[in-house]
């Protein structure tokens, strides 16, 4: 038993050494506390005040207004910290260190996935609560219906967002293309086809992952079952991106 635990735990080990040397992939997990929380406070001083609806219909929902400017920094993060294994030969020492391709690739997610949960859920405190101590008589509190909720539900979707474009990178062995996909795919798509496919578009994942955050629900998800539509998603991803890995040259 013993034999199997250590592959594992120094496999573990391993990742978050990699991790935290490579100053990109970890700048990347900075950004997502430093540009969420910094301006979604920048904005709430700015207009917060101004009305009651100033940062959004949904008070709840607008209580993480930078969440667009996070999210790409936790897509950036995951596909970065993939990505490294791309490049000198990286992922052949690796799996002669690790020669067992699922244990590498659950020790990889693992390590990607707590971390971005960690600052995922220091970032959405901090984000709720350092934004509406600028919103005045507008603010809402950790108290009020739904918040703690979303919050929490907010690190939770950064955790999925950055295992997301991890598994996507496993697949396209580039950050570049990763980013080139999942960012228009994110913040351009459902826009573009809004209209077109109606109440299709909750369904996608980051709509679909955002309704956790909110009180007033545009579609037929509710705020876990939509959480729930995303994991699927982030499931999908993961699995092709093991196949990926197990089946290809190193």
Same mark, same amino acid.
């Given at each position: 038993?013993?034999?199997?635990?250590?592959?594992?735990?120094?496999?573990?080990?391993?990742?978050?050494?990699?991790?935290?040397?490579?100053?990109?992939?970890?700048?990347?997990?900075?950004?997502?506390?430093?540009?969420?929380?910094?301006?979604?406070?920048?904005?709430?001083?700015?207009?917060?005040?101004?009305?009651?609806?100033?940062?959004?219909?949904?008070? @709840? $929902? !607008? #209580?993480?207004?930078?969440? %667009? =400017?996070?999210?790409? +920094? *936790?897509?950036?993060?995951?596909?970065?910290? /993939?990505?490294?294994?791309?490049?000198?030969?990286?992922?052949?020492?690796?799996?002669?260190?690790?020669?067992?391709?699922?244990?590498?690739?659950?020790?990889?997610?693992?390590?990607?996935?707590?971390?971005?949960?960690?600052?995922?859920?220091?970032?959405?405190?901090?984000?709720?609560?350092?934004?509406?101590?600028?919103?005045?008589?507008?603010?809402?509190?950790?108290?009020?219906?739904?918040?703690?909720?979303?919050?929490?539900?907010?690190?939770?979707?950064?955790?999925?967002?950055? @295992? $997301? !474009? #991890?598994?996507?990178?496993? %697949? =396209?062995?580039?950050? +570049? *293309?990763?980013?080139?996909?999942?960012?228009? /795919?994110?913040?351009?798509?459902?826009?573009?086809?809004?209209?077109?496919?109606?109440?299709?578009?909750?369904?996608?994942?980051?709509?679909?992952?955002?309704?956790?955050?909110?009180?007033?629900?545009?579609?037929?998800?509710?705020?876990?079952?939509?959480?729930?539509?995303?994991?699927?998603?982030?499931?999908?991803?993961?699995?092709?991106?093991?196949?990926?890995?197990?089946?290809?040259?190193?």
């Amino acid at each position: 038993m013993s034999t199997t635990a250590l592959p594992t735990r120094a496999a573990l080990h391993a990742e978050w050494i990699k991790i935290r040397s490579l100053r990109g992939t970890l700048a990347s997990l900075m950004a997502v506390f430093v540009v969420l929380t910094g301006i979604q406070m920048f904005t709430a001083a700015a207009i917060g005040t101004a009305e009651e609806d100033s940062m959004g219909a949904d008070r @709840l $929902f !607008a #209580a993480f207004y930078s969440l %667009v =400017f996070g999210q790409t +920094a *936790a897509i950036a993060f995951g596909a970065s910290a /993939f990505a490294s294994e791309f490049h000198n030969n990286a992922l052949r020492i690796t799996l002669a260190s690790v020669p067992n391709r699922t244990r590498f690739y659950l020790s990889k997610l693992v390590a990607v996935g707590g971390l971005a949960f960690l600052v995922g859920q220091v970032t959405a405190f901090a984000t709720f609560l350092g934004g509406q101590a600028f919103m005045g008589r507008h603010a809402i509190g950790l108290g009020d219906e739904g918040a703690l909720r979303a919050v929490i539900g907010c690190g939770l979707y950064l955790t999925l967002m950055s @295992l $997301f !474009a #991890a598994g996507i990178t496993a %697949v =396209f062995r580039s950050a +570049a *293309a990763t980013l080139g996909v999942l960012i228009p /795919f994110t913040l351009v798509l459902p826009f573009v086809v809004g209209d077109v496919a109606g109440g299709a578009v909750q369904y996608l994942p980051d709509r679909a992952g955002q309704m956790v955050m909110r009180t007033e629900l545009p579609g037929e998800l509710g705020p876990w079952t939509g959480l729930g539509v995303m994991v699927l998603w982030t499931a999908a991803a993961m699995i092709g991106g093991w196949l990926a890995v197990r089946r290809r040259d190193a």
